[in-house]
């Protein structure tokens, strides 16, 4: 009896997750449209795969819980994960990360390393639907009616919150955006006392503004995004500046998004002891009234902005030489 309800509950995790991204798909046909054309898909067939696409995954949603048709369903499931990992891996192999869209507009990061491992989990799960469906084909009916019943409504549940999860963070991401364009001039004004920040590091803790400030040093703060070509460039260059400069200079990587993430992208971009900061929205980019990537900001050792916001990577090492000169004075 444990393992029927196993295969039950595989089939329901799978029906839920490709039902999902199904519907963020559809609510979100632009972005979805946009994604499948940087996999790469000749533009003339982008409208019908991305129209395509979400209603195969909406088919094996609904085949995996129905008994006579888990095992075409399973295997759809199987077939459409196989052909997105060999994308995902094909394009990380050329150096390129276009966002997935996997679930929608909340799912708008950039692909990586973690993209791959997940596929794998979901592609075992996929293959253990399909093995249910030909050692189990008598579940759900095996399963005394009150449990199978509420397994479903508990599926369903956790696919209704995530989904609300999802709108209530892709929301949060609109609103950042419009208050920065609604915020004035861009950057803090020179003398301004910088605004304090507690933000999370790729280790699990915790850093703040003043922590940094307390090594007696000026501080560098680089906003960037993994999806960011520039960003990946300017972040190369980063460790031989530290170490030029470290005397007189911290310098810090601030993204937003996942701390994972961010974590395999240092690694990838070489910034060894180079703290990496994430915010959980735009907190600290609103505060210091940063609207794009590659930006910087120094702060000098009082705490305050030495320098109107630096956007572009040019900029961005013209604010390192500038606060080179200062420490020598």
Known sequence: MPIEYGVWISRLVVGVLFGLSAVGKLADPVGARKAVGEFGVPIRWVPAVGWGLPVLEGLVAVAVLVPWAVLPGAVL?????????????????????????????????????????????????????????????????ALPTDDAVWLAVAAVLVAVLTWLWGEVRTLRKRVDEQT?????????????????????????????????????????????????????????????????????????????????????????????????????????????RVRGTPSAVLVDADGRVAAPVARGAIAARELIVQAKTVARR
């Open 180 to 288: 920065l364009s609604t915020l004035g001039a861009e950057g803090l004004p020179v003398g301004a006392v910088a605004p304090e920040f507690e933000l999370l590091d790729v280790a699990g803790g915790r850093t703040s503004l003043a922590s940094l400030l307390a090594r007696g040093r000026q501080v560098l703060l680089v906003f960037v995004h993994p999806g960011c070509e520039l960003c990946a460039g300017l972040a190369r260059e980063l460790p031989r500046w530290q170490e030029r400069t470290a005397h007189a200079l911290t310098i810090v990587v601030v993204g937003n998004g996942d701390a994972a993430e961010h974590a395999e992208w240092g690694r990838a971009q070489g910034l060894a002891d180079i703290p990496v900061l994430v915010q959980l929205g735009n907190e600290a980019a609103l505060r210091y």
């Open 77 to 141: 499931a199987v077939l459409l994960l196989v052909v997105f990992t060999l994308a995902v891996a094909r394009l990380l192999k050329r150096g390129e990360r276009p966002a997935c869209s996997c679930f929608g507009a909340v799912s708008a990061e950039p692909i990586g390393a973690r993209t791959l491992v997940r596929n794998g989990v979901l592609l075992v799960l996929a293959l253990v639907v399909a093995w249910g469906a030909v050692a189990y084909p008598q579940v759900p009916g």
